[in-house]
């Protein structure tokens, strides 16, 4: 498990900071995904026999798809995510903290909603916009997870 406090201060908030979407909002809701996917990075592929990848554990087919149908039409984000990247592939979700993290924040940028601005939202919002209601996670396991794993 990875010290949340050193993983906001070092990986989250300069990441989105320099792709330009940082909010304490945002950053919030990141800490929280990987509070809830990874148990605070404790895991970086999925358990059993699902494919999610990284401490944000985001699945080779969402990986892709950012890729060919959402950052295909926004150059401005991709010149800013390629300081992260060494070459854009779903096992960099893996080992690259950074990449993982700035991907888990354009998976959230898709989403139409403002981010809410406390943790009974964030777990709402990263239920229907990251696990989907097909998804195994609760928003009570979220909260659980922001909880535990969440050093103030």
Not at 32 to 39: L, N, R, V, Y
Not at 96 to 121: F, Q, T, W
């Amino acid at each position: 498990m990875i010290d949340s406090n050193q993983l906001r201060l070092h990986i989250v908030r300069p990441t989105i900071q320099h792709l330009g979407f940082w909010s304490k909002e945002a950053e919030e809701l990141i800490i929280g995904t990987i509070a809830q996917e990874s148990a605070m990075g404790k895991y970086l592929v999925q358990l059993g026999s699902g494919p999610a990848l990284g401490i944000c554990q985001m699945e080779p087919a969402t990986h892709k798809d950012i890729w060919d149908n959402y950052l295909r039409y926004r150059q401005n984000i991709v010149k800013k995510l390629l300081d992260f990247t060494v070459d854009r592939t779903e096992d960099e979700l893996i080992w690259n903290l950074k990449y993982s993290v700035a991907m888990c924040r354009i998976h959230y940028l898709r989403v139409p909603e403002k981010i809410p601005n406390d943790l009974e939202g964030w777990a709402r919002y990263w239920k229907r916009s990251y696990n989907s209601h097909l998804g195994k996670g609760t928003e009570e396991e979220f909260i659980d997870n922001y909880q535990r794993y969440v050093k103030a």
